[in-house]
């Protein structure tokens, strides 16, 4: 028998099964602490991501108005949208944000 033979079939089903439990329990893990991590990120948080990502976001202002671009700049209390005609948007006035 070598290291690598289990030397009983049930022993290798075994090992199989209790690998691919550990795998799905490691899947489920990572994807509940990704939930998690995205219900306690902030407007800035998300924001960022999309800067990061390039991805342009839709975002409804008071008043109704809708406002689409990539964001440039993510400070404190702002966002810019665009890049040759920036658009600020105070965080303040933002009523809903949609990344696409």
Known sequence: MTSQDSGHPDLEKFGKLAGQMFDDALQYEQE??????????TLRDRLIDAEDAHLTVKIWVKGGHLCEGVPSVV?????????????LIPFFSI??????
Do not use: C, K, T
Request: glycine residues 10%; charged residues 30%.
């Open 32 to 41: 509940a602490a990704l939930l998690q991590i995205r219900r306690m990120g």
């Open 95 to 100: 009523e809903m944000v949609e990344l696409i």
């Open 75 to 87: 400070g404190q209390d702002h966002v810019e949208l665009g890049d040759r005609r920036p658009l």
